[in-house]
Nanobody
Framework: QVQLQESGGGLVQAGGSLRLSCTAS???????????MGWYRQTPGNQRELVAV???????NYADSVKGRFTISRDNAKNMVWLQMNSLKPEDTAVYFC??????????WGQGTQVTVSS
């Protein structure tokens, strides 16, 4: 059974910081390792959008709206990914989802963690 568990969301004032964590667990990863890990976010009535993604080799890609403020990192051995969010803005308010794409191409998702930034 595959499980992606996010943590670290919450309520913060504009200009503050939060650090999201995600741990991927499941026997499948022993023979189908994770390639890309990423963070997405979604607000009511809108599609889920990419925030940041990191490859197994450490290459990163960010949405333009978060460049210079957010940093994604991962630990391949522990199947963990983090998202350090600094200089948060009210428009960053969303449910943040962790994603893992394994070598076969299949993707797995967490249930999401709420981030609320007050003005």
């Amino acid at each position: 059974q595959v499980q992606l568990q996010e943590s670290g969301g919450g309520l913060v004032q504009a200009g503050g910081s939060l650090r999201l964590s995600c741990t991927a667990s499941g026997n499948i990863f022993s023979f189908n390792p994770i390639n890309n890990m990423g963070w997405y976010r979604q607000t009511p009535g809108n599609q889920r959008e990419l925030v940041a993604v990191i490859t197994r080799g450490g290459s990163t890609n960010y949405a333009d709206s978060v460049k210079g403020r957010f940093t994604i990192s991962r630990d391949n051995a522990k199947n963990m990914v983090w998202l350090q969010m600094n200089s948060l803005k009210p428009e960053d308010t969303a449910v943040y989802f962790c994603s893992s794409v394994v070598r076969s191409g299949r993707d797995y998702w967490g249930q999401g963690t709420q981030v609320t930034v007050s003005s």
